[in-house]
């Protein structure tokens, strides 16, 4: 692969996890995306919530 070939690649995988963050930014939104006061068991469970609603509409 050329360079070319190897910076297209790479810009398209960042430009995909950047929307990736963005989007995950704007599902979670409450609290400045903080869990306040969440016990361990909460966050995992928001965290496994929130990457299942992010990966359903992905």
């Given amino acids: 692969m050329g ?3 190897v910076r297209k690649s ?3 995988v960042l430009s995909k996890v950047e929307k990736h963050n963005k989007f ?3 599902v979670f939104h409450g609290n400045n995306q903080q869990l306040i006061g ?3 068991r909460e966050q995992l469970m928001a965290e496994g919530c929130k ?3 992010i990966n359903s509409l992905d």
Avoid: S
């Fill in 3 to 5: 360079e070319p070939a």
């Fill in 10 to 12: 790479v810009e398209r």
């Fill in 51 to 53: 990457r299942l609603i």
């Fill in 38 to 40: 969440a016990t361990y």
């Fill in 24 to 26: 995950a930014k704007a």
